[in-house]
Nanobody, 125 residues
Framework: QVQLVESGGGLVQPGGSLRLSCAAT????????IGWFRQAPGKEREGVSC????????DYANSVNGRFTIARDRAKAMVYLQMDSLTPEDAGIYYC??????????????????WGQGTQVAVSS
């Protein structure tokens, strides 16, 4: 299993932006489909966005579509989640997840084999 590290979380005011990063400790992220998930206190972990290995497709939860953007940087072997127009409902721990797949990605957490430890996102004035 690949070891994942998330970064970029923090405290932001409503309407603000954050960019989360996901990296593999062995720089192998290019070989995996990547998903971003979040978990708020007392709630189940939910899929936010995903991107397949070939960058042919990406998917977004309805709640973030149009505000969040997922992207790969192959030169840096990173996957980013750009989050704009943040609301308090976006707060939680954000996790990246990986699974070997060329053409698919999924917002279902059971689809992924490897998970990072998470990064905290707080949205408050």
């Amino acid at each position: 299993q690949v070891q994942l590290v998330e970064s970029g979380g923090g405290l932001v005011q409503p309407g603000g932006s954050l960019r989360l990063s996901c990296a593999a400790t062995d720089s192998s992220l290019d070989y995996y489909a990547i998903g971003w998930f979040r978990q708020a206190p007392g709630k189940e972990r939910e899929g936010v966005s995903c991107i397949n290995q070939l960058e042919e497709s990406a998917d977004y939860a309805n709640s973030v579509n149009g505000r969040f953007t997922i992207a790969r940087d192959r030169a840096k072997a990173m996957v980013y989640l750009q989050m704009d127009s943040l609301t308090p409902e976006d707060a939680g721990i954000y996790y990246c997840a990986a699974t070997p797949s060329f053409r698919q990605c999924s917002l279902r957490r059971e689809w992924y084999k490897s998970w990072g430890q998470g990064t905290q996102v707080a949205v408050s004035s």
